[in-house]
T-cell receptor, first 115, second 116 residues
Framework: KAGVTQTPRYLIKTRGQQVTLSCSPI?????VSWYQQTPGQGLQFLFE???????NKGNFPGRFSGRQFSNSRSEMNVSTLELGDSALYLC??????????????FGEGSRLTVL | AQTVTQSQPEMSVQEAETVTLSCTYD???????LFWYKQPPSRQMILVIR??????QNATENRFSVNFQKAAKSFSLKISDSQLGDTAMYFC?????????????FGTGTRLQVTL
């Protein structure tokens, strides 16, 4: 079974631009969540989608948005990029059991550099 | 809000030895899940071990085991017979089960170096 696939793996943008990152979850997983990883702030939760609905949102400005498609693939978008948005963006999918708290399977991440 | 604290930024252990990574957390919840995730230099994070708060028995996965002290809100990871492949960042994480939602709160991580 293929793992979580994130594209692109690396990208460089300039301040003010926008970026879209893509995540394909493991087949059958309906939950997709996104995390930002930086040396200073560590791993921070961005948002989580389940069956095309945003279930949870972290404490990030409105410039960060996401969506999920009917095939569970997810995209996140960052508009008006700032230098501080430089980070590794991790996507995770989960099979989620009835009681929640299913294991999260992570992708390798998308490394965004903002110049 | 939940917080997770890992007080050891870096640790080193010799191959075949045992090492313990510390984690404490703060929550007012009674039911929750705790995890240890490993992030090797290649960056893909993988689950090492998981503990459900309502289970008193400590979780074990081969060479990895935890010491879960619910009253003390402590969740340490013990790695026995350390191997070079255990070199990685280790993150302790908390999850409050909320039906179909899943959100992890991570600690700042411990960088473990296994040496010959």
């Amino acid at each position: 079974k293929a793992g979580v696939t994130q594209t692109p793996r690396y990208l460089i943008k300039t301040r003010g631009q926008q970026v879209t990152l893509s995540c394909s979850p493991i087949s059958g997983h309906r939950s997709v969540s996104w995390y930002q990883q930086t040396p200073g702030q560590g791993l921070q939760f961005l948002f989580e989608y389940f069956s095309e609905t945003q279930r949870n949102k972290g404490n990030f400005p409105g410039r960060f948005s996401g969506r999920q498609f009917s095939n569970s693939r997810s995209e996140m978008n960052v508009s008006t990029l700032e230098l501080g948005d430089s980070a590794l963006y991790l996507c995770a999918s989960s099979p989620l059991t009835q009681g929640g708290a299913g294991e999260l399977f992570f992708g390798e991440g998308s490394r965004l550099t903002v110049l | 809000a939940q917080t997770v604290t890992q007080s050891q930024p870096e640790m080193s252990v010799q191959e075949a030895e045992t090492v313990t990574l510390s984690c404490t957390y703060d929550t007012s919840e009674n039911n929750y899940y705790l995890f240890w995730y490993k992030q090797p230099p290649s960056r893909q994070m993988i689950l090492v071990i998981r503990q459900e708060a309502y289970k008193q028995q400590n979780a074990t996965e081969n060479r990895f085991s935890v010491n879960f002290q619910k009253a003390a809100k402590s969740f340490s990871l013990k790695i026995s017979d350390s191997q070079l492949g255990d070199t990685a960042m280790y993150f302790c994480a908390f999850m409050k089960p909320t039906g179909t939602a899943s959100k992890l709160t991570f600690g700042t991580g411990t960088r473990l170096q296994v040496t010959l």
